[in-house]
């Protein structure tokens, strides 16, 4: 049971080193002037649909990220869809507006110590963002033992 223990510590320590360092060796703040603030189309990469448009804003060296649009759905259905399964002061609160991604922090390569919103689970996890290029911002949730990575396009 002890050796079961260690490994899994010397595992989590080993998935946070990659998280944290070896797996954004090419990430960026800010590539050709652009930065992360503004408005991102999430995209389902197995259908290449788009899922609902995301907004970005900086208030007080914080960003933060907010539902904006939820897409192939009506207005109605949009403005009725609620989080049925968030953990926290969030649960019941209308998806439209709902802030998702709160207090990541700049830093040289990426976007860290903040926290994102999983909505299908409910839960919160640590993340962290960067851009690949000016129009690509991966979002990366730290979830136990895996990572789970989305990719977000610019809106023009």
């Given at each position: 049971m002890k050796t079961l223990t260690i490994f899994f510590r010397l595992a989590s320590m080993l998935m946070l080193i990659h998280f944290l360092f070896l797996s954004t060796l090419s990430a960026q703040t800010e590539v050709n002037g652009k930065g992360i603030v503004g408005q991102w189309r999430v995209v389902d990469l197995k259908t290449d649909e788009d899922k609902k448009v995301m907004e970005i804003w900086e208030k007080e060296g914080e960003y933060f990220a907010r539902i904006i649009e939820l897409v192939g759905v009506t207005s109605e259905e949009a403005n009725a869809s609620v989080?049925?399964?968030?953990?926290?002061?969030?649960?019941?609160?209308?998806?439209?507006?709902?802030?998702?991604?709160?207090?990541?922090?700049?830093?040289?390569?990426?976007?860290?110590?903040?926290?994102?919103?999983?909505?299908?689970?409910?839960?919160?996890?640590?993340?962290?963002?960067?851009?690949?290029n000016e129009d690509r911002l991966k979002v990366r949730t730290l979830v136990p033992i895996i990572f789970k990575d989305e990719v977000w396009f610019r809106k023009s």
């Open positions: 989080c049925k399964k968030c953990s926290d002061k969030r649960k019941g609160q209308k998806l439209l507006g709902m802030e998702i991604i709160s207090n990541m922090k700049k830093g040289e390569e990426k976007y860290t110590e903040g926290e994102i919103m999983d909505l299908i689970k409910g839960k919160i996890y640590k993340c962290a963002l960067w851009l690949e």
